[in-house]
């Protein structure tokens, strides 16, 4: 049965592990399942990605980041999601067009209706099953990211990240169908027994 299921979160909200707990676990089901992420898991996302985290050009305007955070996503859906989906695969991916409604909207103050009108482009009709947030209080998930290089985003003021995490609340609370909202200062198997639940209720696997 095929699913589209997303992790979102701040920084140091503990995306990437979870979406790796969870690909685990359906494979040890034998479940099918792809597991990707965004900005990279194209050969093509894998060098915008590298470039939107480390560059130091200055100049790069909201705009620019709207259109290449998309062009790495298009080529994803292309590339990776759609042909997981039609084999009725689960398709994870850590990060997709809410990071950019979040980010480049909220974050960067960018209109709403260009990026909806480019996600929309990008995304070519593919939206997510479930989209889980991994929701961490702001200061609390920098300073789990202290230690390691900091790429330019989360260089960002305190302020951008306060504003990325209501901007994901807010988008949760609009859509609460969707999404699943986890607080992820619990520890990472409390966090994982939660998403476990609402996935094998969609798989139709209450029992697993
Ligand atoms: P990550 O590997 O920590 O998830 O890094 C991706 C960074 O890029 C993260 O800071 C969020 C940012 N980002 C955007 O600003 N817009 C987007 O559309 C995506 C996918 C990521």
Known sequence: MSLFITFEGGEGSGKSAQSKILYKRLSNLVIPAVLTYEPGGTPLGKKLGRWLKWTDDKNITPLVELLLFNAARAQSVTEVIRPGLKKGKVVISDRYADSTTVYQGYGRGLDMETIKATNDAATQGQKPDLTVL??????????????????????????FHHRVREGYLKLAAGEPERWLVVDTTQDKETVAGIIWRRVSQLLGRESD
Do not use: H, M, N, Y
């Open 134 to 159: 991994l929701d961490i209080p702001t200061e609390v998930g920098l300073t789990r990211k202290k230690g390691s290089r900091r790429d330019r985003f989360e260089q960002e003021e305190l302020a």
